[in-house]
């Protein structure tokens, strides 16, 4: 049911708006709405906190919702402290009548959003979502990459292996070890994301298989760490 309220600028008219508004933050609802803004309109001015403290803290509300979307002050009009009835009462009326048109219609403060405010709120989004998926873990691997004989050509086989490119996939330093015989092998450091790489897989189905295997024989791990 649709509330009337009258003669807002009489103390009157502030003492009724102040009984409706006990308990209540909004004059319709839980949110700001049109009836807020037509009702703020037609009040003089903010209540007296002493004589109408749920007016005038749901004025102070209302105008600071307002206020971001008309910044600056109010340099291109003047009010008149006492304006004459007959040009009081078609200003009011046109308040009215602007209001009730819209009666229907979502108040949207931000209809006039810009690109750039549009796409810092995306941004504020995405990094919302981004904080609250969880990290994927890393892990620091040292592996043992052993050649066939002591022909093998260990540079070769170190560029077989650092050719192995993958997603979550960085090799790191690396070095010849002797193992006897007069055959060296290869212990290689790599960083792995935890969800994107399977060191067994990578092993597997990558460092010993064609053309790779040609030059490696196996590989070890030889420690695993998570970062």
Same mark, same amino acid.
């Given at each position: ?9 009489t103390?009157a008219?502030?003492?009724a708006?102040? $009984?409706?508004? !006990?308990? &209540?933050?909004?004059? @319709? =609802?839980n ?5 807020d %803004? /037509?009702?703020y ?13 749920n ?8 105008a ?12 291109g ?6 304006a004459p ?6 200003a009011?009326?046109?308040?009215r ?28 989004e995405? $990094?919302?979502a !981004?904080? &609250?998926k969880?990290? @994927? =873990?890393k892990?620091?691997?040292l592996?043992? %990459? /052993?050649?066939?004989?002591?022909e ?14 993958l997603?979550?996939?960085l090799?790191?330093?690396s070095?010849?070890?002797?193992v ?10 790599l ?10 897989s990578?092993i ?7 053309p790779?295997?040609?030059?490696v024989q196996?590989?070890d ?7």
């Open positions: 049911m649709a509330v009337t309220f009258t003669d807002l600028h103390e008219g502030l003492k708006l102040e $009984a409706f508004l !006990s308990g &209540k933050t909004y004059i @319709s =609802g949110q700001i709405t049109k009836d %803004v /037509k009702v309109a037609a009040v003089s001015g903010k209540p007296s906190a002493d004589l109408y403290p007016a005038s803290k749901w004025y102070d509300c209302i600071s919702k307002l206020s971001p979307s008309f910044p600056g002050k109010a340099t009009v003047g009010i008149s402290a006492q009835a007959a040009e009081v009462a078609p009011k009326e046109a308040v009548e602007a209001a009730a048109d819209e009666d229907d219609d979502d108040l949207d403060l931000f209809g006039d959003e810009t690109e750039e405010e549009k796409k810092a709120a995306e941004e504020r995405q $990094a919302k !981004s904080a &609250k969880k990290e @994927s =873990g892990s620091s691997v592996m043992d %990459v /052993k050649p066939w004989d002591d093998t050509d260990m540079k070769k086989l170190e560029e077989a292996v650092r050719s192995v490119e997603p979550g996939l090799w790191g330093a070095k010849l070890v002797p006897g015989y007069g055959i060296k092998k290869l212990t290689i450091m960083t792995i994301v935890d969800d994107l790489v399977s060191v067994d990578l597997e189905e990558r460092l010993t298989v064609e790779i295997n040609e030059y196996s590989c791990i030889v420690a695993f760490n998570k970062i």
